[in-house]
């Protein structure tokens, strides 16, 4: 007899079920779910919405490094010791957060390996990423980026269709996250339409088309390229 399909981890749902430590939070688009410097005690996991993350500097200005949706994990930097919190966490849809006390969560890890091995998955896959950015921050052009991060928000290529991105997101968040002025944001936004690789149907649609902006001239970086 054939043998059953064994059935893929449901981290939610296994979630869901632990015993203590854990507390199911809902978040209204714009509200907090912490801030830059406070107390780093528990690690989040998203089962709806999606948040952002970003960073103030001494001198007021803000800049966003990071965007999460469902299915992520964030602020387990206090896994590793980190006393505070280095960046604000903030809804940007209206959310339904997980939040695991530290010691649940690292007890947790110690005794299931399923999810120990599926966050590990998740936190070099994000490491990963973090590497891409800095590339892209380096090596290409504004354009380039503010694509790049439309495909991202889109979850590109599942399913290969073109998916929703947040409905009604700024172009003054947009330019954050790419490191740029609104005002060519705005320009580039226009240029995607006209061109067919996004559309507004009372909220921002990508097609594939718009990979084209991310392909073209791509640099290539080789084990011991020097970035001067």
Known sequence: MAKAKKRPFDVSDFLSKMDGGRTLQTFSKNQN???????????????????????????????????????????????????????????????????IDKAAMVSTLRDEPKLSEVFMAYILARNARVEEDLVDQLFNSSEKRLARVLLLMANFGKEGKPEPVIPKISQETLA?????????????????????????????????????????????????????
Not at 198 to 216: K, Q, T
């Open 33 to 99: 779910v912490y801030a830059q410097g406070d107390q780093a005690d528990a690690v989040f996991y998203i089962q709806e919405g999606k948040v952002k993350v970003c960073v103030m500097s001494e001198r007021g200005k803000e800049a966003v490094v990071a965007l999460h949706g469902a299915g992520d994990f964030f602020g387990e930097g206090c896994l590793t010791g980190l006393p505070l919190r280095l960046a604000t966490v903030s809804a940007m849809t209206d959310c339904v957060v997980m939040r």
């Open 176 to 228: 954050e996250i790419v490191g740029t002025t609104r005002a060519r944001v705005s320009t580039f936004m226009n240029k995607f339409r006209e061109l067919g690789f996004i559309s507004y149907n009372g909220h921002l649609e990508v097609h594939n088309s718009l990979l084209n902006v991310v392909l073209h001239d791509r640099p290539q970086i080789r084990r011991g390229d020097n970035v001067k």
